[in-house]
């Protein structure tokens, strides 16, 4: 019994965490965007707006929820749901920290598959709940997400194929170990530049975040798949969106930033857990900057960009990497 | 009068007419299927509705949209829906009243669409404006010219997903509202030119205001080059976008940086300079492609010749008055009333009649942050014009759309409707 308690009591805090993170990274979005735009950003419901997260929910959670008369009502239901579940459980297999309470299954040895198989998942909500509101707006948003996510999981899964085979594991705890925790060269960033330059590119296509925000690209399409979203069901592809961005940083850090390594991090639980928090937090800042500063590609050179950029790159990387590990060059093992 | 969708509503024969209690208007459906391919109305491609609630239609312009997975087939601009009867109106105001309706045309650049105005019943009452009075409205009409100008960047550039560039560029926009606010009370139904020069004349502050933007503003504009200029992704969304050829550019009546960014060499403001702008030294930026880019490099370095402008009138700014003292036209001074029988007479006619002007027509056109802006009135000789008609620049580019938006992308089209700076006040008027 006890291990199953034990999961059971892990999962549950890590959802809890999951969902107050994404509750507080768009406050931290809201602030960081606003500061970078010669704003303030929220700062009215409570001191320094640290209580508009909680308004924007109650507010969302009683607004009444339409489906619209046309719509698929079962599949326009679940989409929102298929969308934030897969979300969520991706924290499973990521190791927050050095103790066996920090990490709840980063041990299992194809955590990267799971990572790439839960993502693939996601995508279904942005696709279902496109095509099942039956709005013109919001079936384009859904066939750009399948399109979108589709070319750019190629060359996500070929970035994460270098670092496995960096790692020579494809455990995320394995993957940590590896990457010499205290010495800052060891991380995968330095040995790995283009599979890291790569992993952040097609992560952001992966999240659907600006400058690769088609699928919801207001000025295109109005909002996209969420056209016609509204209340708790709206909240939920907006907390799949935050949620999946924390858990893209978090992936980030495990594969390029040395995961929760850092000086004294291997003796206390505590250190290696902050130091994990500060990486996660650079790369969210990153990607809320690049919101801020970068326009929108369009939908033809998206296509291109991942297709005939990213994903031959990705190739050239991982025959180079391979070959580098054949030859022992050092430094590659 | 809405384009209908045919799959729902049409159930006559072809070439049958729509009723006149739907329509108002003899159009008949054949019309109204030549608007789309006939693949549209077999179901091939999809029709869909951009507008007139859409985030990057500039207002309330609804596109009905032809389209074949994300490529444009057709693109069918439908207007009409900020129609404020200004044209009408201004048939039973008099010449003065006027002008406070011509802030409302293009609510963007009201002082530009003052100046048209005023100079159009200038023309006609062959009234002289003193230099100062002359010298001012060019300063402020090049203010306003900016000002319009960064509304465009802020909003082309928010519609191609560069979303801190509007806030930037609102933020310098508020230090020129400031000025207008400064001079006319108002921050943009500003009314503040008179027939025969200035409302009052500037306060002491104005100067000091205006080389504030002088100095700032080159900094701020090299920030926003530094942003879009070079950045690849928005060369990638604008460049060989949206081209429209110089001979279809001025087929279609287009004026302004949209017509020069097609390399036409047209500015009202050299062609046929007014309000003494052949005082001052300045250049007009030219395109060569006629895509979005070059209308968007005609823009920017546009903002940079005003300052020049601006800098120009400000040093050489003359001292006297501000009105013409044409006392049939302008109204005397409150002082000279106190003494003067005939003055209080004028003040008395221009207060409740307003002033005549003699019987005839007169075509009017300055050069707005949109293109030439023109002034048609005619007049029977009351104080009351006869009929007004606006050549709203806005219009007219906004005619070459669909031919722009031939074989686009979704994208593509608020980039091309960005790029030719519609304000609709000023297309339904």
């Known amino acids: 019994m006890a291990p199953i308690l034990e999961y059971t009591l892990k999962s549950i805090v890590l959802l809890l965490i999951g969902a107050g993170g994404f509750a507080y990274m768009t406050l931290v979005e809201r602030k960081f965007i606003?500061?970078?735009?010669?704003?303030?950003?929220?700062?009215?419901?409570?001191?320094?707006?640290?209580?508009?997260?909680?308004?924007?929910?109650?507010?969302?959670?009683?607004?009444?929820?339409?489906?619209?008369?046309?719509?698929?009502?079962l599949i326009f239901f679940i989409a929102p749901a298929i969308s934030v579940i897969p979300a969520l459980i991706i924290f499973a297999v990521i190791p927050f920290g050095n103790s066996p309470w920090l990490n709840l299954a980063a041990n299992i040895n194809i955590g990267v598959l799971y990572v790439l198989a839960v993502f693939s998942i996601s995508v279904y909500g942005a696709v279902l709940g496109g095509w099942s509101s039956n709005n013109k707006y919001a079936s384009l948003g859904g066939l750009r997400a399948s399109a979108q996510m589709i070319s750019y999981e190629l060359a996500l899964g070929l970035s994460l194929v270098a670092v496995v085979l960096m790692a020579g594991s494809a455990s995320l705890n394995q993957i940590v170990q590896y990457q010499h925790p205290g010495n800052i060269l060891g991380w995968l960033i330095f040995r790995q530049p283009v599979a890291a330059v790569l992993f952040a590119i097609t992560a952001m296509a992966e999240l659907a975040r600006s400058p690769f925000d088609l699928v919801e690209a207001e000025q295109e399409l109005t909002a996209g798949f969420m056209t016609e979203y509204s209340g708790m069901?709206?909240?939920?592809?907006?907390?799949?969106?935050?949620?999946?961005?924390?858990?893209?940083?978090?992936?980030?850090?495990?594969?390029?930033?040395?995961?929760?390594?850092g000086p004294g991090a291997q003796d206390s639980w505590l250190l290696s857990l902050i130091y994990f928090g500060i990486k996660m937090l650079v790369c969210l800042l990153a990607i809320v900057w690049t919101r801020a500063t970068l326009p929108r590609f369009r939908y033809d050179k998206l296509m291109a960009f991942g297709w005939k950029v990213l994903l031959p790159i990705g190739l050239a990387n991982v025959m180079v990497t391979a070959l580098l590990i054949v030859l022992r060059v050092p430094g590659y093992r | 009068m809405a384009v209908r969708e045919p799959d729902q509503q049409i159930?006559?024969?072809?070439?049958?007419?729509?009723?006149?209690?739907?329509?108002?208007?003899?159009?008949?459906?054949?019309?109204?299927?030549?608007?789309?391919?006939?693949?549209?109305?077999?179901?091939?491609?999809?029709?869909?509705?951009?507008?007139?609630?859409?985030?990057?239609?500039?207002?309330?312009?609804?596109?009905?949209?032809?389209?074949?997975?994300?490529?444009?087939?057709?693109?069918?601009?439908?207007?009409?829906?900020?129609?404020?009867?200004?044209?009408?109106?201004?048939?039973?105001?008099?010449?003065?009243?006027?002008?406070?309706?011509?802030?409302?045309?293009d609510y963007l650049a009201p002082l530009i669409c003052n100046l048209a105005y005023v100079g159009a019943v200038e023309k006609l009452a062959d009234v002289d404006v003193p230099l100062r009075a002359q010298y001012i409205r060019v300063i402020l009409a090049e203010l306003t010219r900016m000002s319009s100008h960064l509304v465009w960047l802020g909003t082309h550039a928010l519609d191609i997903g560069a979303m801190s560039m509007f806030l930037y560029s609102f933020r310098e926009r508020e230090m020129l509202l400031d000025i207008f606010e400064m001079v006319s009370g108002a921050r943009m139904m500003t009314s503040y030119f008179r027939v025969g020069g200035l409302w009052r004349d500037i306060p002491d502050q104005f100067a000091d205001a205006v080389r504030q933007v002088l100095k700032l503003l080159p900094q701020r504009l090299l920030e926003y080059e530094k942003i879009l200029k070079e950045n690849p992704i928005w060369r990638e969304?604008?460049?060989?976008?949206?081209?429209?050829?110089?001979?279809?550019?001025?087929?279609?009546?287009?004026?302004?940086?949209?017509?020069?960014?097609?390399?036409?060499?047209?500015?009202?403001?050299?062609?046929?300079?007014?309000?003494?702008?052949?005082?001052?030294?300045?250049?007009?930026?030219?395109?060569?492609?006629?895509?979005?880019?070059?209308?968007?490099?005609?823009?920017?370095?546009?903002?940079?010749?005003?300052?020049?402008?601006?800098?120009?009138?400000?040093?050489?700014?003359?001292?006297?008055?501000?009105?013409?003292?044409?006392?049939?036209?302008?109204?005397?001074?409150?002082?000279?009333?106190?003494?003067?029988?005939?003055?209080?007479?004028?003040?008395?006619k221009l207060w409740t009649e307003g002033f005549r002007v003699p019987v005839g027509e007169v075509y009017h056109a300055v050069e707005s942050?949109?293109?030439?802006?023109?002034?048609?009135?005619?007049?029977?000789?009351?104080p009351k014009p006869r009929r007004i008609h606006f050549r709203a620049p806005s219009f007219y580019n906004l005619q070459a759309l669909p031919q722009m938006s031939k074989g686009a992308l979704i994208a593509d089209i608020v980039g091309i409707v960005g790029s030719i700076d519609i304000v609709l006040g000023e297309v339904d008027r």
């Open chain 1, 34 to 73: 606003g500061r970078l735009q010669s704003r303030i950003g929220p700062n009215r419901v409570g001191p320094f707006g640290l209580l508009q997260p909680m308004a924007d929910g109650l507010k969302l959670i009683v607004k009444e929820s339409i489906t619209p008369a046309q719509a698929d009502k």
């Open chain 1, 233 to 261: 069901k709206f909240a939920l592809f907006y907390m799949s969106e935050y949620v999946k961005m924390i858990a893209m940083s978090a992936l980030f850090t495990t594969f390029f930033l040395g995961g929760w390594s």
């Open chain 2, 11 to 105: 159930k006559e024969s072809p070439g049958s007419v729509v009723s006149a209690q739907d329509t108002q208007m003899d159009i008949t459906l054949d019309q109204l299927r030549q608007l789309v391919s006939p693949r549209a109305l077999s179901g091939e491609t999809m029709l869909m509705n951009m507008g007139p609630q859409h985030p990057s239609t500039h207002g309330v312009l609804r596109l009905l949209l032809e389209l074949d997975g994300e490529t444009v087939v057709s693109c069918v601009p439908d207007i009409g829906f900020l129609h404020t009867g200004i044209e009408k109106t201004a048939e039973i105001k008099t010449y003065t009243q006027g002008i406070v309706l011509t802030d409302r045309i």
């Open chain 2, 237 to 348: 969304r604008t460049v060989g976008v949206g081209v429209i050829s110089q001979a279809d550019a001025i087929a279609w009546g287009m004026s302004g940086p949209s017509l020069r960014g097609s390399g036409v060499n047209y500015d009202v403001r050299k062609a046929m300079p007014y309000s003494s702008y052949d005082h001052f030294d300045f250049s007009v930026p030219l395109g060569t492609h006629g895509d979005v880019y070059d209308r968007y490099r005609c823009r920017m370095e546009e903002m940079t010749q005003s300052l020049k402008i601006i800098e120009q009138a400000l040093n050489k700014l003359p001292d006297g008055p501000v009105i013409t003292d044409n006392r049939k036209i302008a109204p005397p001074p409150k002082h000279e009333i106190a003494y003067s029988m005939e003055s209080l007479i004028h003040h008395f």
């Open chain 2, 369 to 382: 942050g949109k293109g030439e802006f023109g002034v048609f009135i005619s007049s029977d000789g009351s």
